[in-house]
């Protein structure tokens, strides 16, 4: 295993619904990435965090909010999604946010908007 | 912006045979060129990278070479075996902070390799 978990695996949801994705990483890394990868698309970075700051937002719709309570911890918080919002989100962490850190990722969540 | 172009998107080999993955990229400023491997029902996870300041790198039977001029990169994997069937992903990044960027990590569509016993 990488050290990243996500949690849930597997999600499904409706148009309407208000459902979380979460991120942990038992690595010490001061860095934490949400990226979605949809099918026969490169994977695209949607947040950065570096020291439970937010860095970088890659003009994600506001239905996506991310949270990171601390450098262990990232969340993803989801409301009035749309089906093609229905993708595998990944984690990922970097001991820092440098283009040279390698990006640990976890399993991801496969997520279906209905 | 940067943009990474991959390929072939799928490749299919026999056992025992060589397998190469070809990525060009378009900023001249991007200096650091990782690749990943994903396996079914996991994340994407690096197994070589390479700097600009090296043209080539081999780890075992995976080795990567870098064209800066032609601005292209590509993975070769010696001696396939069925479990490096997975998709590879490159990626490339320009140096952090550079001209503001975080050198944020772009990456190619992917490669599905199919390595056949």
């Known amino acids: 295993e990488t050290g990243v978990t996500q949690t849930p695996r597997h999600l499904v949801m409706g148009m309407t619904n208000k459902k979380s994705l979460k991120c942990e990483q038992h690595l010490g890394h001061n860095a934490m990435y949400w990226y979605k990868q949809s099918a026969k698309k490169p994977l695209e970075l949607m947040f950065v965090y570096s020291l439970e700051e937010r860095v970088e937002n890659n003009s994600v719709p506001s239905r996506f909010s991310p949270e990171c309570p601390n450098s262990s911890h990232l969340f993803l918080h989801l409301h009035t999604l749309q089906p093609e919002d229905s993708a595998l989100y990944l984690c990922a962490s970097s001991q820092a946010v440098l283009s040279t850190d390698t990006q640990y990722f976890g399993p991801g969540t496969r997520l279906t908007v209905l | 912006g940067e943009n990474v172009e991959q390929h072939p998107s799928t490749l299919s080999v026999q056992e025992g045979d060589s397998a190469v993955i070809k990525c060009t990229y378009s900023?001249?400023?991007?200096?650091?060129f990782p690749w990943y491997k994903q396996e079914l029902g996991k994340g994407p996870q690096l197994i070589i990278d390479?700097?600009?300041?090296?043209g080539e790198k081999k780890d075992q039977r995976i080795a990567v070479t870098l064209n800066k001029t032609a601005k292209h990169f590509s993975l070769h994997i010696t001696e396939t075996q069925p479990e490096d069937s997975a998709v590879y992903f490159c990626?490339?990044?320009?140096?952090?902070?550079?001209?503001?960027?975080?050198?944020?990590?772009?990456f190619g569509k992917g490669t599905k390799l199919s390595v056949k016993p």
């Open positions: 990626a490339a990044s320009r140096p952090s902070n550079y001209g503001g960027s975080q050198g944020n990590l772009i």
């Open positions: 900023d001249s400023a991007s200096n650091y």
């Open positions: 390479i700097r600009s300041n090296v």
